[in-house]
């Protein structure tokens, strides 16, 4: 039975598999349709699960947005390496829950050789600590939790203890282009989404130094490597010698640019980001690994540790093996680092970089083919993202709606800096520069019908 039902997810896994690159990336609307299907009352009796896979499959499969294939550039957010689901196959099987070394050694074991490699492949101080969470949001949220029981220790405030009412004030610096992740995490920790104070950016943007207020007292600056809309980075070098003057901690919200560390052409982007105190990125983007997988660098492990461990009765304690939840805001929790160690383990050091910089060289081919075409090109194309316009605000919406219709590939739209734009973030391992090529003339075609 169990045989049976696991090989028959591994068939239709494989079908979906195989048929991603031929078939419309956006979902037709008649598959949305029949979803509907699905809404039945709660049933009263069970159905044989061979039939409870069988529908799943036929309902939703065709719903779904074609992520997985190699033509998705709607958001930064990739695909996931094969090696990379059938760590999570196996993962599965085993329903470890890794929160404390005890219970889970083998997961909890693999996970800590993950965060060594990932220390090192990012060039981060060797002892910081790290936290392997569900998305980039959660990481600003666990390092930023650590940033605050930093700067409160040093005012002589036990934040964990007392909370935040009748704390001292801490001032929070962030750029006018931050991610609105970061001000949600800070609003969740009791810092205020709006009490921030928000740093002018320039045209591509990125926080201008010279912009930088003079900061007293208690202080935490967020930094960017990498915005959703032009793939540009803070000058993060240059902030943190300002901020660390002033005794302020760095964050960085690198979610997905921090893995241009790990290409050597692109490294320069982001030169000085081994100064900050805190990083946070997604490995369920760059690296190519299924959801939901972020994480989170901590330079002062202890501060990371003090902000999110707890303590019970029941809990074994451990002193010689890193407890996972000691450092992440859950207890109970699957094993995402066991994806990150397969990636790690099948791409090496060179496989990373080649992933970065071919997913590079593809958005540097689209910049240059719609421009040829006669679009305008809205960024320096730097990285993995590229803005384009068809026209005014209403053509650019019409060619993004045909585009994503015709179904070849599928990008989004977005507002820069006024102008109504398409963005197309490169980042899954699986796109070609055949897929480049067919996607370029699929968007020319599409433009065409409403410009010229
Ligand atoms: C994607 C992204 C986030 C949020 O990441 P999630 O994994 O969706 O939580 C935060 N910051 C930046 C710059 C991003 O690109």
Redesign the pocket.
Known sequence: MTETLLLNAAKRSLQYLERIGSRKVQPDTSAIEQLKQLDEPFPARGMNPGDVLHLLDERCSPATMGVAGPRFFG???GGSLPVTLAANWLAGAWDQNSALYQIAPGTAHVEQIALRWLIELFGLPPDSGGAFV???????FAALAAARHSVYIKAGWDIEGKGLIGAPPVTVVIGEE?????FKSLGLLGLGRNRVVRVPVDDQGRMRADKLPKIKGPAIVCL?????NTGSFDPIGEICKKAHGAGAWVHV?????LWAVAAPDRAHLAKGIEEADSW?T?A??WLNVPY?S?LAFVRDRESLRAAMAITAEYLPTETEHRNPSDFVPELSRRARGVEIWAALKFLGRSGVADIVERTCRHARRFAEGLAAAGYEILNDVVLNQVLVSFGDVETTQKVIAEIQREGTCWCGGTVWQGRTAMRISVSSWATTEEDVEKSLEAMIRCARHHTK
């Open positions: 958001f930064v957010i569900t998305g980039a949001t959660v990481a600003n931050a991610h609105p992740s970061v960017q490597a990498g915005n959703v919200d690198g979610a997905f640019g946070a997604d369920h983007k939901d972020g």
